[in-house]
Structures are given as structure tokens and as C-alpha cells.
């Protein structure tokens, strides 16, 4: 009767047991998709796929699918260790064409025995029994039947479920339906309340119902006469179910009232069919039929027409019934002709894919592939991102991240990332399955779409030059697969093929790179959790990609300071930028925002904690790019921040400035604390090069800056000398006039000494070193005198602190001699007792 498999699968997935059956077993033979053993088909794995493709599709030989009477009768024998029948199996597949007979007459003849019969005849009695028994017969094999998952589109090979799936849906009503109700009905006296049960049997229609279905489905059988076919079946059996009411309503009343009834009082013609009931039964049945049929047509009176108020109420049922069927069938027409039912574009693409196979003559494997994969489509479509299209997209994301979200926030790849980057990788995925044997992704090609297993297992096989497989993993679920191609663009390392029935979520390669490029600091981590799962070769790849990535992010960093793009530029480092990254000449985002002079994203910056002292590859702070551009208030920002210049040579420096006659960024430096009695390689020092040039403004600005005159450069000269032999003679009264002041300043000291005393500068502030910068104050500009005492006392009266008492370097360590000061260092100064 039917052809068995033992399973070494188990699916014990409990979402499984309302599952429904596949209806599209005429479209290509019926093949199912069922669940082996991965071990028994991956001994091979040169060969698994097409080995995959056989087991999973039923592509095989009419010699390989023989089942033997002697096989059906030892697997009899073995039904306690697991024994099941594959909906497809081409005996079950016999065994349902037989129940269907069966259930034929008995949803039609159930009525009719209803209405006509109180108590079968010998020769209908045997045949009703025998109907009964092979329903009975079919409701054991019912707990025998795999099924496939309306989930997971997997075959369910477990008992447990299939015997609760059965049991929970038509096992109550079926086996009522097999209870021999005609000698139950003799037994109890023949009570009239039993005989309603027989109506139970009318569920057998369902069986007749998905008859029809796979009829529609089936191209090789015209679509509009199927649908015709079923159309006038409806309409038939409706009318003869009411045709048996009417009849049982008219019989329900003694025979001496018969004249009260609507067929005991018609006469058609010369013909009474007074005492209806000794007129033949198909007489009596025909009239009957007659009456529903004309009652349905127009508007239930004429020649027939109810009598009593029993039959009234009836038929004011069945008209309004009525209407509605009308609508069915009308509607139904029309969708015939307007040819807009998802089944006929089902039957239209799968007969213009038929064609082109044919024209281009496919291989028999691969077109079972393609027909499968299509009815495998339509089956699955109401995952189709159509049916979701008029929901607002809020709505649709929110069903995503419901459907999908476990089954990416649980990949590898993606751990330590933030929910809003699983969020927007959720909201912008596409469902799709696949059948066993089919490859998704190839060795080397390009890939451009990232896949996460839901449910079912792949394989990755790597292909040698010689053609040999070697079975690289197997992909299982809250797995992910093209990611190393995509991420690394690099060709696809392994092919990826199916094993079982797959349930996927695609992203593409566009979406997950904007995704991405939004979201810095989760793509670190993605390309971080990547390099420690992979140990082969890829691994220079992914480290190139990594370094790349971080240059070209640091590139976007700098160009939005370089643009002033705030909101950029802050949404950049909430992402994860790092603002210390730098670019290829070494800048960091403060150098370009420092030189281009905006101050909300230079005051932004150094709230973020950037290092304000950074060089780049020239040797340039930000405070130096900002005093070069002339951005005073930005330079003053970075000042009161505690930026230092850090000029390499500033003697050289400053003579290029003099050089260069550039006042403004003399004025600049200087103020910013650089020392004009720096020398260059000659030991001349600005004021040198520009008495000799005869420069006066610039030498004004290095007097007034504290110059001195006294300097000496290689060859003895002072810039005093310097003026004398360019002869200006501004220039030379400028000098004298400082050497006065100079040696008014200091009448205690030689000459020497008041040039060793102004050969460093220093800049002291009235707080602690480690105070928090809310309370600091402005400090002040001066030169090192000769003694600690003297600094202290200098620096109390300019800073108007008469508490100082105790001079503190940067890193809070006491000062006891002024030779320990370097030049342009920063000094605090506290009191003692603080």
C-alpha cells in the first residue's frame, strides 16, 4: 500500500505541529524535501551534490525508486523503531486516489442518506461499511505521514509531532466520521436526534477540496477547465445537499399530512405526487433537485413552493445562502477572465520557464532544480516583501526585528556590536529558501550578498586545482556566510552549498557597506570579531582592510574639520572616530581646524580630550598653524589650554619671519611666548638680521618683545653694531635707546650678565599644576632672573599674589634654583602651606 523510509533525523522542532502539507505535488512529479542523516551524505563530498539533489528532490532512476512488496512487509514489522511515509512516495500517493473515491460518495451520498434513507438498504449497508474501514485504514496511516514545517519548509520526521499535529486537527471529527451510525441509529430505536450525526462525514469534502487544488496547480491540465470543473461542483453539491433537506423536511410529517408538504401537495400536469412515498426514488430525488435547483435560480416561488411554516424558514436560509454562492461563482468567473489569481501567475511563469528549458534543452537535474526552486517560491511567498508593501515602513521594520533579530544579534560576527547597528542590518533583510544541492556562492567569484542561516545546514567547500573537494565546514544556524568576500573585497574563498531545505536572510553588499560607513565603531568590531575567527590566509587581506578603513576614516575626520562640518564631525566621533587619528602628513583633525580658524570645532575637539601639543610631519602644533594663519582667538583658545609652540630651532624660525618681513606673524609669535634672543646656526639672533637689514618695525617688535642689544653673534657683533654699519639711522637710535633702558634696568650688572639674565623667558601662573581648569587664572610672560627669590617676588608683584611662596614645575615638583628653569617652560606659583 505504501513504501516506508527510516529517518536518523529527528526534528524536534515544536513550532513544526501546525504545519501545513505541500499543494503543488502535480507541478513537477510532487518531489518533497526531506531531512537524511548530513553524515550519510557528506562521506562524499566530491560527489554530495548531486548525491543531495537525489536524495532531497527524489531524482532518481525508475529502477532505484522500485519498492518490493517484501520491503512494505519488513518495514510492517518495524513500525516501533520509526517508521514513516513520505507524502510523495508514489504508493501513498495510489492510496490517496483511492480515499478520494471514497470520500466522493461519501460526501455526496451522506446527505442523500440523511434526506432519503432512515435505515440502509443490505446492499448499500455493505458498501457504507466498506467505506468506513478504509477510512479507518486511512486515519492509522495518518500517524505515519511526514509533514512539512509551514516554518521551516523542513520534512518533520518525529512521532511525537506528527501524531499531535494529526490529533489536534481532523483525528476527532475523521474517526466520528468512520462510526457505523446506521446500525447504531437501528439499535437505539431508531431515534431521529442520531441520524444528524451523519453530517460529521461531511468533512471528508476537504479531501475532494485539495483534489481540485493540486488540479489548478498542475500544468499540464487546462486552468480554465479545472476551475470550471470546480465551480460547477460547488454549485452542484450545494444544490444537492438542499435537495435532500427539502425532501427530509417534507418526510418529517405523518403521512396523513403529506398534503401540507411542498412536494405532497405539488402536481405537475395530470401528475399528483400525492403519497410521495411510494414513488421511485430517483423520481422523488430528481423532483427534489428540481426545486433546490429552481429555488436557487430565481427567487423561490413558482410551481414548487413551501407549504408549512418549517419549509418557509428554510428556504428563506437557503436563498439568502444563495446570494452568497451566486457571488462566489460570479466572482470566480470573473477572476477567470481577468486572469489575476496567484495560482495562474504561478501556472504562467512555470510554462514560459518550461519553454525556455525546452528551447535551450537543460539537463534533467537541473531543470527538476529550477521547477523546484520556483514552486518552492510560491509556496514561501507570504514572506514576499509585497505582501508588507502598503504598511508604513516603521510598522514593517518593527515585523523585522519580531521575525529576525535573534537570528543576527546571535552571529559571531556581530558580538560586542550595539542594537541600533543590529537594528538597521534587521530592518533591510529579505527572506528566501533554498533546496537541497543548490550552490549559492562559487569558489572566486564576486560575491555581493551576505547570508544568515535561519534554519537548515550548508557546507563550504574548497575546490583544488585539480577539481577535488574538501568539505571546509558546515554552515549551521546563527551562522553567517560571504562575509570575508564582502568585507575584505576579496573573491568568494569556498563554495557554499545546500544540504538540507535552508530558510536564509539576504542583505546586500550596498546596504551593509552604508550601514557601516554610519556605524564606525561597530564595523571595528565586526572586522576585529572576523580576524580572530579566521586563522588562514585571508588574514593579510582582513589587516589590509582594517588599516585601510581606519586611513580612510581619519580622512573623512580631517576633512570635516577642515570644513568646519560640525555635525559631521561629531557624529563621526560618537560613531567611534578616533580625533587623534592622523592623515598622511601627519595632521590630526586640530591642525586643520587650528589653520582654518573655527573655533567651535577647535573649543569641540579639545573636549574631546585630542592631544592639543600633537606635531605633525613638519614639526607644526596647532597653536603654530593657528598663529601662521593669523586666527588670533583661535590661538588664544589653544593658549589658554596650555598649547605650547614647540618650535625645533626658533632662532632659524624667527630670522625666516624677519627675512620675510612678515610683521604680523612676528607680532603673533612673540606674544605667544617664543623667545626673541633665540640664535640660528651663527649665533644671530633676530634682532641681528634685522638691524643689518635695516627692518625698523621689526626690530621695534623684538625690543618691545625684550630683545637685547647685547647679544653677540660668531663674530662678535651686537645688533647695535649690526645698525651702525647698515645706517639707518631710525634704526640706529632705536638701539641706543634700548641699550640705555637695558642698562638703566639692571646698573648692577655688566654687560655680560644682562645678557646671560635675558637669554630665557618663562611663564608663570598663580595656581597649582594639578588644580582642575575651572579655577585658572591667566598667568604672565618674563624673564629668569638671578635667583628663585627674585622670580617669586617679581612674578608676586605682576600677578598681584602676595601669598606665593614656592615656585612648582608642570609636574608639581619643587624649584630651588633658577638654573634648573629651561627656557619657555611653565612655572606655577602657590603658597607653601597650600
Known amino acids: 500500500m505504501g513504501s516506508f523510509k527510516k529517518s536518523s533525523f529527528r526534528n524536534t522542532d515544536e513550532s513544526s505541529a501546525n504545519g501545513e502539507e505541500s499543494s503543488l505535488n502535480g507541478v513537477n512529479g510532487g518531489e518533497e524535501y526531506m531531512v537524511e542523516d548530513l553524515r550519510e551524505r557528506i562521506k562524499s563530498s566530491r560527489g554530495s551534490r548531486f548525491t543531495l539533489i537525489e536524495n532531497e528532490l527524489g531524482l532518481i532512476d525508475s529502477a532505484r525508486r522500485r519498492v518490493s512488496r517484501q520491503t512494505v512487509i519488513d518495514g510492517l514489522k518495524d513500525l516501533s523503531q520509526g517508521l514513516f511515509i513520505h507524502p510523495d512516495n508514489r504508493w501513498y500517493r495510489a492510496w490517496e486516489k483511492f480515499i478520494l473515491i471514497w470520500a466522493i460518495y461519501s460526501s455526496f451520498f451522506t446527505p442523500m442518506e440523511f434526506g432519503f434513507f432512515r435505515g440502509l438498504p443490505k446492499n448499500l449497508f455493505f458498501l457504507d461499511i466498506a467505506g468506513q474501514v478504509a477510512f479507518l485504514l486511512d486515519i492509522i496511516l495518518q500517524f505515519f505521514v511526514t509533514y512539512r514545517d509551514s516554518h521551516s519548509y523542513k520534512m518533520v520526521y518525529n512521532r511525537n509531532l506528527i501524531a499531535l499535529r494529526y490529533l489536534k486537527s481532523h483525528f476527532l471529527p475523521d474517526l466520528l466520521g468512520c462510526m457505523p451510525w446506521d446500525i447504531i441509529y437501528k439499535a437505539v430505536g431508531e431515534k431521529e436526534e442520531v441520524r444528524y450525526l451523519l453530517w460529521i462525514r461531511l468533512t471528508r469534502v476537504r479531501k475532494v477540496t485539495a483534489f481540485f487544488q493540486r488540479m489548478e496547480k498542475d500544468i499540464r491540465i487546462n486552468y480554465l477547465f479545472t476551475r470550471i470543473v470546480k465551480l460547477i461542483a460547488v454549485e452542484l453539491y450545494c444544490t444537492h445537499t438542499a435537495a435532500c433537506i427539502f425532501y427530509y ?56 413552493h413551501a407549504v408549512n411554516l418549517r419549509e418557509m424558514i428554510f428556504i428563506m436560509i437557503y436563498v439568502s445562502f444563495d446570494m452568497i454562492l451566486g457571488a462566489y461563482l460570479i466572482g470566480n468567473m470573473t477572476a477567470l477572465i481577468v486572469k489575476g489569481s ?49 504598511i508604513p515602513i516603521s510598522i514593517r521594520a518593527k515585523i523585522s526585528q519580531t521575525l529576525y533579530k535573534s537570528y543576527v544579534e546571535n552571529v559571531p560576527l556581530f558580538n560586542g556590536c550595539s542594537s541600533e547597528f543590529i537594528n538597521q542590518i534587521v530592518t533591510r533583510v529579505h527572506e528566501e529558501f533554498f533546496l ?40 549551521e544556524p546563527n551562522s553567517l556566510f560571504g562575509e570575508i568576500s564582502i568585507l575584505c573585497n576579496i573573491p568568494q574563498p569556498y563554495t557554499v552549498r545546500v544540504c538540507e531545505l535552508c530558510r536564509l536572510l539576504r542583505i546586500d553588499k550596498q546596504s551593509f557597506s552604508n550601514i557601516l560607513e554610519i556605524y564606525f565603531h561597530d564595523g571595528r568590531k565586526v572586522l576585529t570579531n572576523l580576524l580572530e575567527v579566521i586563522t588562514d590566509s585571508t588574514i593579510s587581506d582582513i589587516t589590509f582592510h582594517i588599516g585601510k578603513q581606519e586611513a580612510e576614516l581619519a580622512l573623512r575626520v580631517n576633512s570635516a574639520a577642515y570644513y568646519g562640518d560640525l555635525y559631521q564631525l561629531k557624529s563621526l566621533i560618537r560613531s567611534g572616530a578616533d580625533p587623534n587619528k592622523k592623515d598622511y602628513d601627519g595632521r590630526s583633525a586640530l591642525h586643520l581646524a587650528a589653520s582654518r580658524g573655527y573655533e567651535d570645532v577647535t573649543l569641540f575637539l579639545i573636549q574631546e580630550g585630542v592631544d592639543i601639543n600633537a606635531e605633525d610631519n613638519f614639526g607644526n602644533t596647532p597653536l603654530l598653524e593657528a598663529i601662521k594663519s593669523g586666527h588670533d582667538r583661535v590661538a588664544s583658545l589653544l593658549s589658554r589650554e596650555g598649547a605650547l609652540l614647540k618650535i625645533d630651532n626658533p632662532g632659524a624660525y624667527l630670522c625666516t619671519v624677519v627675512s620675510k618681513g612678515d610683521t604680523d606673524l612676528l607680532r603673533r609669535v612673540l606674544a605667544n611666548g617664543i623667545d626673541p634672543n633665540s640664535k640660528d646656526y651663527d649665533h644671530r ?8 637689514q635695516g627692518l625698523y618695525l621689526m626690530a621695534k617688535l623684538l625690543v618691545e618683545a625684550g630683545a637685547s642689544v647685547f647679544s653677540k653673534d660668531r663674530w662678535g657683533n651686537t645688533p647695535l653694531d649690526e645698525g651702525r654699519l647698515c645706517g639707518n639711522k631710525n634704526m640706529i637710535r632705536l638701539l641706543e635707546e634700548a641699550k640705555k633702558a637695558q642698562l638703566s634696568e639692571y646698573p648692577e650688572c655688566s654687560q655680560e650678565v644682562t645678557d646671560r639674565k635675558h637669554t630665557k623667558k618663562c611663564t608663570v601662573f598663580p595656581f597649582h599644576p594639578w588644580d582642575p581648569k575651572e579655577g585658572r587664572k591667566h598667568g604672565i610672560v618674563m624673564w629668569v632672573p638671578n635667583t628663585i627669590d627674585e622670580l617669586i617676588k617679581a612674578a ?39
Open 796 to 834: 608676586s608683584d605682576q600677578l598681584e599674589s602676595p601669598n606665593g611662596s614656592c615656585i612648582l614645575s608642570e609636574d608639581g615638583g619643587k624649584i630651588f634654583d633658577v638654573d634648573m628653569i629651561t627656557d619657555g617652560q611653565r612655572l606655577y606659583m602657590i603658597n607653601e602651606t597650600d
Open 249 to 304: 423536511l417534507a418526510t418529517t410529517l405523518p403521512e396523513e399530512k403529506e398534503g401540507y408538504t411542498w412536494i405532497g401537495s405539488l402536481k405537475l400536469g395530470d401528475y399528483s405526487y400525492a403519497h410521495f412515498r411510494e414513488i421511485d426514488i430517483w423520481k422523488r430525488y430528481t423532483t427534489s433537485m428540481y426545486f433546490a435547483i429552481v429555488t436557487m435560480a430565481t427567487v423561490g416561488y413558482g410551481d414548487i
Open 342 to 390: 496567484k495560482t495562474e501567475r504561478y501556472r504562467d511563469k512555470m510554462t514560459d520557464l518550461i519553454k525556455y528549458m525546452n528551447r535551450n534543452r537543460l539537463g534533467k537535474n537541473l531543470r527538476n532544480q529550477i521547477k523546484g526552486h520556483l514552486r518552492l517560491q510560491y509556496e514561501s511567498s507570504y514572506t514576499d516583501a509585497s505582501v508588507l508593501q502598503d
Open 685 to 692: 639672533t633676530p634682532l641681528h638680521l634685522a638691524a643689518s
Open 436 to 475: 537541497p544541492g543548490e550552490v549559492i556562492m562559487e569558489q572566486g567569484n564576486v560575491v555581493d550578498q551576505l547570508y544568515f542561516v535561519c534554519h537548515g545546514v550548508l557546507e563550504e567547500v574548497g575546490i583544488a586545482a585539480d577539481g577535488s573537494e574538501d568539505t571546509v565546514s558546515l554552515l
